[in-house]
């Protein structure tokens, strides 16, 4: 962490030097977007949050845990299809899911699926890319992160 503080200092000198006003006008762009992002966030997180107190690890393992099978893989599989949860949270999340006894070949397919499918999205997806290609790339993303998650059970 110490090394990404040190690198962005870094950059932010090397611009300054290069361009004050471009320089303030990026970060003013950047703190409005940090703002206009906040409130959504918090949601997800304050919601994530309340979803992992109030689940017991009894209900949690029992859906998703390694007594839960292939059921469990394809429930973590569904989840994460039409979750709207940003990496930033989930990796996180996934950790929590660890600890509570979550097989990592399972979290591994939740992860994925959550970065790679998008249910939620298809509509506007599809809007831009088309109903062939978005629904293509849907269905590969969802078979791929089964493959990721055998290869996750095998490997660790």
């Known amino acids: 962490m110490a ?13 300054l030097a290069a361009d004050r006003q471009k320089t303030y006008e990026g970060c003013k762009r950047g703190i409005k977007m940090f703002l206009n992002l906040l409130p959504p966030l918090l949601v997800v997180l304050a919601l994530v949050s309340i979803f992992l107190y109030l689940t017991p690890e009894k209900t949690l393992s029992a859906f998703l845990g390694a007594k839960s099978g292939f059921i469990g893989v394809v429930l973590a599989a569904l989840a994460g299809s039409v979750a709207l949860i940003p990496g930033f949270i989930a990796y996180p ?54 493959i990721i998650g055998i290869l996750m059970g095998i490997f660790l």
């Open 3 to 15: 090394i990404l503080i040190f690198a962005t200092i870094l950059c932010l000198i090397l611009s």
């Open 93 to 146: 999340l996934a950790a929590i899911f660890i600890h509570r006894g979550v097989p990592q070949a399972t979290v591994a397919v939740f992860i994925t699926t959550l970065m790679m499918v998008g249910i939620m999205t298809l509509p506007i997806e599809i809007e831009y890319f088309g109903k062939k290609a978005a629904v293509m790339r849907n269905i590969l993303s969802f078979l791929g992160a089964f």
